[in-house]
């Protein structure tokens, strides 16, 4: 007899095996004992398939994940289970960071970003990003809702990378849960290391779109905001950046946020992610070793919180930057040589960012004549003698006016359609620092709430230094 629910069907498959009675139902056959039967099972939507239960116990002749056969015995129940199907509500993208587990020190090693993609079957496919690579995984959660890997779905998985002599990477104990809303968490070991994961289902989508508030281009129903990124708390203040690094933040409808921007130390960072729970969003990004264009072997991640107030829009607190030590007689090796592989902090705030709003109006400036200066850009570190101020120029609407025209000390660029500003300026060195042919560049992004004014970076380029350093720039209301 076999007897499925409203959660399943069951076809019985057999020359001989014409039910006696037709409902829909329980269906009922006679079958000469030791005569071979086969069922093969069916769920209805919304439900997983949990396997066979054979009364008395029979030990089945062949299996397939959908079907089964066996040689009758007398008095034999068989019953097929179905549970509730979580992936149909759990299916979407997931997003979060990798890190190091309490007890082991964080380092470029333990610190990454996963990436999946999950079915309503409870497939998936993914992308984990660790330690200078990144790699393809795939597989499913089974109805248990523990993971299993690729075709020959073990729960645990081993990314070879004896190739690049360094350790493998092994995924275990990945899971799924929807008991305090979607996420997907695991651990990953890099030889020694032991680094947690936690991903989360992104919150947003084609059809549920993001807070409006979020959305301040109302002519694409998109927002861009622009970020500050300050490291200047690391100490000694001669081993780390003194200036800020900046960022464009882009974000859809559906809450995909696209993060571009430069730390203080010249280096390039972009990140894709998604908005999750709470509006937040886990950035991750793998940054070149100084002097290399292939080497990954620095990282910058962590969490921005998104969320409209009268001083900001959109912070991010304790984000973890490693950048490794490197040797060589190049500027970009030359530049903080012994790095940070220990990692340091780094905060960082912005705000929804309107390119309507001119930089005079950004600033707060007041009107000016062609001989009084209204704004200033400030010079801190970075191997300065002193700090350097430069307030020979007025700002209106958009155009820089300098004070006399014809003074080649400087350049100032604002950008008002991006939010991005630069320039270059003639410093004053530190004794016994010479100046070099070229002046030192700077770059940097305005903020429109809070503290507003444009914050951004240079690096020291004297003459013969082989230890050249980062220090700020501020644009601001004189």
């Not at 795939?138 to 081993?158: H, L, Y």
């Not at 129903?221 to 490291?231: E, K, M, R, V």
């Not at 503290?451 to 013969?464: D, E, P, T």
Request: hydrophobic share 35%.
């Amino acid at each position: 007899v076999a007897t499925p629910d409203n959660v399943g069907t069951l076809t019985v498959i057999g020359a001989t095996l014409a039910p006696s009675a037709a409902n829909t139902i329980t269906k009922t056959a006679t079958v000469q004992l030791g005569n071979p039967v086969k069922l093969t099972e069916t769920p209805k939507a919304g439900y997983l398939f949990n396997g066979w239960t054979f009364s008395p116990s029979v030990v089945p002749t062949a299996s397939t994940a959908t079907s089964v056969s066996f040689n009758m015995v007398a008095g034999l129940t068989v019953t097929a289970n179905w549970v509730v199907n979580p992936y149909v509500e759990g299916a979407g993208s997931y997003v979060g960071l990798v890190s190091a587990h309490s007890g082991t020190a964080p380092s470029n090693s333990t610190e990454g970003q996963l990436k999946m993609t999950l079915t309503n079957t409870g497939s998936f496919t993914g992308t984990l990003s660790l330690d200078g690579g990144s790699y393809a995984l795939t597989g499913a959660f089974d109805v248990t809702q523990a993971a299993s890997f690729g075709t020959a779905k073990n729960s645990t998985v081993t990314i070879d990378r004896s190739a690049s002599t360094r350790s493998n990477l092994v995924l275990s104990l990945f899971s799924y849960s929807n008991a305090s809303g979607d996420q997907i968490t695991g651990t990953v070991t890099n030889g020694s290391n032991v680094c947690d994961v936690t991903i989360q289902k992104a919150l947003y989508s084609s059809t549920n779109h993001a807070p409006s508030g979020l959305l301040n281009v109302t002519s694409s129903n998109s927002g861009y905001f622009t970020l500050a990124i300050d490291p200047t708390a690391a100490t000694p203040a001669t081993s780390y950046p003194q200036g800020y690094g900046y960022a464009t933040i882009a974000l859809t409808s559906a809450g995909v946020v696209t993060v571009t921007g430069t730390l203080a130390d010249g280096t390039a960072i972009s990140s894709t992610s998604n908005l999750v729970a709470g509006n937040n969003c886990p950035v991750f990004a793998q940054v070149l070793t100084p002097g290399s264009t292939t080497l990954k072997g620095g990282s910058f991640g962590g969490t921005l919180m998104f969320n409209v107030q009268t001083d900001s829009d959109v912070t991010g607190t304790a984000f973890q930057w490693f950048r490794p030590e490197v040797t060589g007689t190049a500027p970009a090796t030359d530049l903080y040589s012994a790095g940070w592989p220990a990692g340091i902090n780094v905060d960082a705030v912005g705000a929804e960012y309107n390119a309507g709003t001119n930089v005079a109006a950004t600033l707060g400036l007041t009107a000016a004549g062609p001989t009084i200066a209204n704004a200033q850009l400030v010079f801190k570190d970075g191997k300065l003698a002193s700090q350097q101020t430069i307030s020979t120029f007025n700002i209106t609407g958009s155009a820089v006016a300098k004070i006399p025209t014809n003074d080649a000390t400087y350049t100032l660029i604002p950008v008002v359609t991006t939010g991005k500003f630069s320039g270059t300026f003639t410093p004053v060195w530190a004794s016994p620092l010479t100046a070099a042919t070229t002046e030192p560049a700077y770059n940097g992004i305005l903020l429109q709430k809070g503290a507003v004014g444009g914050y951004g970076y240079f690096l020291s380029n004297a003459l013969g230094d082989t230890a050249p350093q980062g220090g700020s720039v501020k644009l601001e209301k004189k």
